[in-house]
Structures are given as structure tokens and as C-alpha cells.
T-cell receptor, first 115, second 113 residues
Framework: NAGVTQTPKFQVLKTGQSMTLQCAQD?????MSWYRQDPGMGLRLIHY???????DQGEVPNGYNVSRSTTEDFPLRLLSAAPSQTSVYFC??????????????FGPGTRLTVT | KNQVEQSPQSLIILEGKNCTLQ??????????LRWYKQDTGRGPVSLTI?????NTKSNGRYTATLDADTKQSSLHITASQLSDSASYIC????????????FGAGTILRVKS
């Protein structure tokens, strides 16, 4: 199993550009989520999905869109990039929701810089 | 406000020594507490998950403790190795709080030879 994969690993955008961060998992996990990690702060939840066709907002959803058309894929779209979105983005998946004891598996991350 | 505070922010120890990392939380109602290891440039990897009824859990040289009464947890690393150099993140899950995990900012551990 490849686990959770993310592409690209690095990306530089200009302010106002849009892009999609890709995330895929091959463990047949129901639950997938996107986080951002900023220096000196804990990971913060952007959006999550409890299954194909179902998505919901997390703690910091503004400026981001998601969709979940298949169990395997959960792309994150930046609509109009801003310097405040410079961060490292992690995708994660698990068998069930976050308040269960199921382990969350994280991808390797995408380091995004917006100039 | 649900929060997770970790201490120290960073720590340097010599190879072979033991160390203990601390985690205090105010998350309520409590569901479970997790410790993750995050190597530089990689995603977090789970070390332990503890529920309310568990007060100690080990994973090799890593031992986590939980005191749900005082809302404190610790991660003890025994006989440290250079490969233990990483950020260690404490994460607390709240029941009925919109499926939210509350992440600490992490403790950066550096093991020197």
C-alpha cells in the first residue's frame, strides 16, 4: 500500500492564482481531512469528509474548497491564493471520524509559498 | 476554549539519555489523547492513542502516560537515539465537538552524539 499520497511536494504561486492540491489514499478509509501547519502553531483543520459525496468545514475553511467524488481522492482547491495561505498542507485519512480511536495516517505534505 | 499546551518548546539531549515531554490540555469532554512523531519534512506518524481508561501505553522506547483527572500527559523516551530527533505532537480529541482534533504546537527534540 502507498498509504496517503500528496502532490505536488512543493509549489510557488503568485497572489491571485488558483491551484489544486491532490490527495489520495489506497486504504479504503472513509474519513479524510486537510490540515495546514504554520510555524509555532498546531495543525489546524481546513476541511474534512466522512465519505464520498460528503464534506464539511473545519476550523479555517476560508479561501479553500474541497470535493469528494470517490473514496480514494480528496483534492483541496485554493480559489485565489493569498500570502496568508503560505503554509505546509497535510492530508490525512482514517477508518472513521476523529473522535474514534482509529489511527489517522498523514501524507508527506505540500509546502506552498504564495508571493 | 479547547487548548493543548506542550512543554518544553525544544529540548537537546545526548544520545543514550532519557527525556520526558509534557502535555497539558483543557479539551472537554475528553475522548482520546494521541502522541505523534513528525520528522523534518514529513507528515506526523502516530506513536500512541490513549482513551480515558488507559493511563500508560508503550510503543518500544516510547511510553505515554495520561492523568485524565489533572488533564496531563507525558511522553517518556528511553535510551534516546539520533533517529529520535523530531517534533513530538500531542493531540486531544473531544467528544461531540464537530469531529475536531486539537493539536499542540509540538516539542522539538534534538538528540546529539
Amino acid at each position: 500500500n502507498a498509504g496517503v499520497t500528496q502532490t505536488p511536494k512543493f509549489q510557488v504561486l503568485k497572489t491571485g492564482q488558483s491551484m489544486t492540491l491532490q490527495c489520495a489514499q489506497d486504504m479504503n478509509h472513509e474519513y479524510m481531512s486537510w490540515y495546514r501547519q504554520d510555524p509555532g502553531m498546531g495543525l489546524r483543520l481546513i476541511h474534512y469528509s466522512v465519505g464520498a459525496g460528503i464534506t464539511d468545514q473545519g476550523e479555517v475553511p476560508n479561501g479553500y474548497n474541497v470535493s469528494r467524488s470517490t473514496t480514494e481522492d480528496f483534492p483541496l482547491r485554493l480559489l485565489s491564493a493569498a500570502p496568508s495561505q503560505t503554509s505546509v498542507y497535510f492530508c490525512a485519512s482514517s477508518y472513521s471520524g476523529q473522535y474514534s480511536s482509529y489511527e489517522q495516517y498523514f501524507g508527506p505534505g505540500t509546502r506552498l509559498t504564495v508571493t | 476554549k479547547n487548548q493543548v499546551e506542550q512543554s518544553p518548546q525544544s529540548l537537546i539531549i545526548l544520545e543514550g539519555k532519557n527525556c520526558t515531554l509534557q502535555c497539558n490540555y483543557t479539551v472537554s469532554p475528553f475522548s482520546n489523547l494521541r502522541w505523534y512523531k513528525q520528522d523534518t519534512g514529513r507528515g506526523p506518524v502516530s506513536l500512541t492513542i490513549m482513551t480515558f481508561s488507559e493511563n500508560t501505553k508503550s510503543n518500544g522506547r516510547y511510553t505515554a502516560t495520561l492523568d485524565a483527572d489533572t488533564k496531563q500527559s507525558s511522553l517518556h523516551i528511553t535510551a534516546s537515539q539520533l533517529s529520535d530527533s523530531a517534533s513530538y505532537i500531542c493531540v486531544v480529541s473531544a467528544l461531540g465537538y464537530g469531529n475536531k482534533l486539537v493539536f499542540g504546537a509540538g516539542t522539538i527534540l534534538r538528540v546529539k552524539s
